[in-house]
């Protein structure tokens, strides 16, 4: 049995010490080479788009974030998703005349977010164009980090859900735990994620590689599929891990609600068919199936000294090698709950491969297609 565990924890470590440590290192060093670079964003020339459909009870974050950050971009963009809330009278109040901001609404016959953004692109003569989440906040400083950074064709930034109740942290390292492997990804070789709640790109670079056709049936995910169409192109993609560049967003406020979150996020990342995504994702099956079955064996053995010895080991491992990102990230409570996501994972893994085929999730109470 020991030496099944030493062959497993000497892997383990090996490629995730590889992805999270090497590969962080890695970007913080790109990011590093970056900053001496000529700034290349003008506030002027940045607008945001924001769609929103019934956010009524959500939009108030962000509005005090933009209420008050210490500068503002050409225009905030609002896009009305056939909203049937008070959403907009919502926004009219809490903004004043001095915050540069419009409101426009989808045709009768258009909806969702995709089409909402597009929407937006057209209304936004700008070089850049920043999208984000309607429930989101962000820091006063924000846009003067945001003037700091390189040119480029699109930029991936970090979104960051915020537990307010104990068991919510398990949520958001659910979340830390990917962006962590997707920054060390981006460092060994380029990002296989991205978050629409916060994206950046050039308004001409998108109107140029967007292939909107090829996921039109996908209501959500445009965050991704962009991701997908920029480096298919070949377009110059920075991934950035500045915490003032950070949204920030609350967990799920319900097991269903996260249930259907992770649902839409797999099919969409299903649908996107990136060979690197899917071979790190079989490789974590493989790494937690090793883990797995060491408990198992260690336990109707009834060996439990090594059965404990094989859950701490693991437990040091993540954290001693996840701790540099959920550091960067601020998120020092949510890493001390990495064991015991670690412990429900397997679990929590099993659940979500018996509902891909059975359960369809929903989002904004629109259905979602099933691309797994």
């Known amino acids: 049995m020991l030496n099944w565990i030493l062959i497993y924890f000497v892997v383990y470590a090996g490629l995730l010490g590889t992805i999270t440590l090497v590969g962080y290192f890695l970007q913080r060093q790109k990011e590093s080479k970056r900053i001496c670079e000529e700034a290349g964003i003008d506030l002027s020339e940045l607008v945001v788009i924001i769609p929103f459909r019934n956010e009524e009870k959500r939009l108030y974050v962000l509005l005090e974030s933009i209420s008050n950050s210490v500068l503002h971009p050409k225009r905030y963009v609002f896009v009305d998703d056939h909203s049937t809330d008070n959403s907009c009278s919502f926004i009219k109040e809490r903004l004043n005349d001095s915050i540069p901001y419009q409101i426009i609404s989808l045709e009768e016959g258009v909806e969702g977010k995709k089409l909402a953004i597009r929407k937006g692109i057209e209304f936004s003569e700008s070089e850049y164009v920043l999208g984000w989440d309607a429930d989101c906040s962000f820091s006063r400083d924000y846009f003067t980090q945001l003037k700091s950074l390189p040119a480029a064709d699109l930029y991936v930034m970090p979104a960051v859900m915020l537990a307010e109740r104990e068991f919510e942290h398990l949520y958001e390292v659910d979340l830390l735990l990917v962006n962590a492997a997707n920054c060390g990804v981006a460092g060994l070789l380029r990002p296989i994620m991205a978050s629409g709640a916060n994206m950046l790109y050039k308004r001409s670079a998108f109107k140029q590689y967007d292939q909107y056709s090829t996921h039109a049936h996908m209501p959500s995910g445009d965050d991704i599929y962009l991701l997908r169409d920029f480096r298919r192109a070949k377009a110059k993609v ?38 690197l995504s899917t071979s790190l994702a079989m490789l974590q099956g493989l790494l937690t199936i090793g883990f797995v079955i060491l408990m198992i064996l260690t336990i109707f053995q009834q060996e439990w000294k090594w059965a404990s010895v094989v859950f701490i080991v693991k437990s040091v491992i993540d954290l001693l090698f996840f701790l540099p990102f959920f550091n960067r990230m601020g998120r020092m409570r949510s890493w001390l709950y990495i064991p015991i996501y670690e412990l429900l994972f397997p679990f929590y893994t099993l659940m979500i491969v018996m509902m891909m085929y059975t359960f369809k999730p929903t989002w904004k109470g629109r259905k979602l297609e099933r691309n797994f």
């Open 238 to 275: 920075h991934l950035v891990t500045d915490r003032t560049l950070a949204v920030f967003t609350e967990t799920p406020q319900s097991f269903s609600e996260f249930i259907h979150q992770r649902l839409r996020w797999i099919a969409k990342t299903g649908d996107v068919k990136d060979h």
